[in-house]
């Protein structure tokens, strides 16, 4: 499994970062059944740049918490399936790895919200670790039954891997 981490800003970061990314995303590739060894670019960005990039890729001018960049077109939530017959699309040719895709996560956001929620940075740095991977599973919350289904996932990972609120 290759995971990709980068770190563009000077704003500090929760305790043990990269072990949790390196922790969570390993956990949700294994809650959801994915086959592949997978490849995940993560960055570590503060608000103006996270600002940036959902203003360019979603046309919405203001910061967010975390930004998912799926590469998978799944015809059903971590449907898996049928990914090998479009090989070309989604796997790396040269390590093998399915392209997962990439998560933004500000980290000013993940410091304001943990405050906001009462619970650890790290806690939240986790939560929206396996949000964002969800996503990139092909999981949605624009419905509410999508919705419900995406939140119990994340709790079952995020309990699985003692990170509760």
């Not at 396996?130 to 994340?154: K, N, P, T, V, W």
């Amino acid at each position: 499994m290759t995971i990709a981490i980068e770190c563009e800003t000077d704003k500090p970061l929760p305790i043990g970062s990269e072990r949790i990314i390196r922790e969570v995303i390993p956990a949700v590739l294994d809650h959801e059944a994915c086959p592949y060894e997978a490849e995940v670019n993560v960055l570590l960005t503060d608000n103006e740049a996270i600002r940036e990039i959902n203003r360019d890729s979603r046309g919405i001018d203001r910061a967010t918490d975390v930004l998912s960049f799926p590469m998978v077109d799944y015809l059903r939530e971590a449907d898996f399936s049928g990914l090998e017959d479009r090989a070309g699309d989604y796997f790396n040719p040269e390590s093998g790895e399915l392209l997962l895709g990439d998560i933004v996560i500000s980290v000013e956001k993940v410091a304001e919200q943990a405050a906001e929620y009462g619970h650890s940075q790290e806690r939240e740095l986790a939560f929206l670790v396996a949000h964002s991977m969800l996503h990139l599973c092909g999981y949605d919350h624009m419905e509410e039954e999508e919705r419900e289904r995406m939140e119990q996932r994340q709790r079952e990972i995020l309990d699985a891997l003692g990170y509760r609120r």
